[in-house]
């Protein structure tokens, strides 16, 4: 299903960070706590991100993308998270499959998905996960068998991002030899799609259970050498992700910053501002200080990406770590800070709660981030 034309007629051409803000300030933020209640994107949102530009600016001009820099791209979704964590999950996931098709699609690949993922007249959802298969992607069970000159689906994949409204999903699933990535239409026979709603989190990110049962795909499916996927098509589009997720918990702790930098400077208690109170003003330097800290870390693990360094899969492992803990903690923080404000609908402090609270678990638990992390310590000592 395409995205309808009509958008505002002010929409912005989203290039760097400023640009971003102007975007988001005027398109996102008023209406994210609308979207939270309601549990989706309206489709006018979907028109005006395409609009700006902001579907995949990374690809290259040939493919209608604006070629945009790693570092810039995260400074994007830094600002798309502090608007809405939802809306920027929704751009994480179309990223990872438009860069997948760029950096392993065949020719012929590129040519049939490339330009309209960049448009946003498809929008793709990033399958992986199952019922019994998180963090750990050795655990997936769903199947692609080789049928003919093509390929025989099956299997589940559930909690997909952007699954109730995606118009292609990567699926990964168990080949004879490895595990392959597959490009499958939505309206292929055999894909039926389930909506997740009532979610704690990201609650308008159009989650979805995507079932895929004798689903008949052609041989051009597949995405990448067949038996080389597991290595390096799940890995680098994991660690695209990954960037984006840490990028967007830093705009979630901007996001209570300037939440409650609002609030205490107007709430008054015992004759006195909030923000005149020693306590509060160290909960507001601790959130300065994590911001710029975990802005630092995404911009590092950005720099190494476009310089083509493989040490940026650890720095994006440190700064999705570092970035998240920060952003649950700060969010609790502002929800303390508003008193029994902060538990109600009526401050966006409840969302950001509730929406940190995910970037510790999605795209890697942190539990999982920890120990890859420790595991970098052994290698460099050896």
Known sequence: MAIPAQVAPDTVQVVDRRSARAFVDAHITPYADAYDQKGRVPEELLGQIAAAGLWAP????????????????????EEVGRGCSSVRSLLTVHTMVSWAVQRWGTPAQRERWAPALCRG??????????????????????????????WVLNGVKKWITGGQRADVYLVFARTASSIGAFLVPRDAPGVQV???????????????EVSFQDVRLDGDALLGPSGFTAGMVLT??????????????????QACLEACAT????????????????????KLSDMITDA???????AEAGRLKDAGEASTLMATWVAKYFASTAAARHASEAVQIHGANGCSPDYPVARFYR????????????????????GQVDREMM
């Open 263 to 282: 609030y205490t400077a107007r709430r008054e208690v015992g004759g006195s501002v909030l923000r005149d109170r020693p306590l509060i003003q160290a």
């Open 121 to 150: 007249d498809v929008l793709g959802a990033f399958c992986l996960s199952e019922p019994g298969a998180g963090s750990d992607a050795s655990g997936i069970t769903s199947t692609a068998e080789q049928a003919g000159g093509g």
């Open 236 to 253: 680098g589009t994991l660690d695209l992700g990954r960037y984006s997720v840490a990028s967007g918990s830093v705009g979630i702790i």
């Open 355 to 374: 929406d940190a609270k995910v970037m510790e678990i999605i795209e890697g638990s942190n539990e999982i981030q920890r120990i890859t992390i420790a």
């Open 58 to 77: 990374f690809l290259p001009p040939e493919a209608g993308g604006a070629g945009m820099d790693m570092v810039t791209l995260g400074e994007v979704h």
């Open 292 to 298: 710029r800290a975990a802005r630092l870390l995404c």
């Open 194 to 208: 389930r909506p997740i709603d009532d979610m704690l989190g990201t609650r308008a990110s159009m989650l979805a």
